[in-house]
Nanobody
Framework: QVQLVESGGGLAQVGGSLKLSCKASGSIRGVNMMGWYRQAPGKQRELVAQ??????TYAPSVRGRFTISGDHAKRTVDLQMNSLKPEDTAVYFC?????????WGQGTQVTVAS
């Protein structure tokens, strides 16, 4: 059974930083893409950043402020979030894709207070 465990969410001030981490456990192999999504209240889940073998892509709203990094072998993916804004407030979800099957974490709350 595959489980993704996220950590690092919490409360930050505007302009502050947080780092999210995600680690997969269980019988998951051949992870070829890892990413972070977020969902704010009343909104759809949206892509924040994704990472695949050294290549990273970002949503325009976070580019230059967030950095994604990952280790395919260790099945870990991090999201460093700097210069946080109130609009970054959301539940953040980790995604790891293996052989076209998507595995999701349970989500971690990030709240940015103004």
């Amino acid at each position: 059974q595959v489980q993704l465990v996220e950590s690092g969410g919490g409360l930050a001030q505007v302009g502050g930083s947080l780092k999210l981490s995600c680690k997969a456990s269980g019988s998951i192999r051949g992870v070829n893409m890892m990413g972070w999504y977020r969902q704010a209240p009343g909104k759809q889940r949206e892509l924040v950043a994704q990472f695949s073998y050294g290549d990273a892509t970002y949503a325009p709203s976070v580019r230059g402020r967030f950095t994604i990094s990952g280790d395919h072998a260790k099945r870990t993916v991090d999201l460093q979030m700097n210069s946080l804004k109130p609009e970054d407030t959301a539940v953040y979800f980790c995604l790891q894709r293996s052989r076209e099957v998507d595995y999701w974490g349970q989500g971690t709350q990030v709240t940015v207070a103004s």
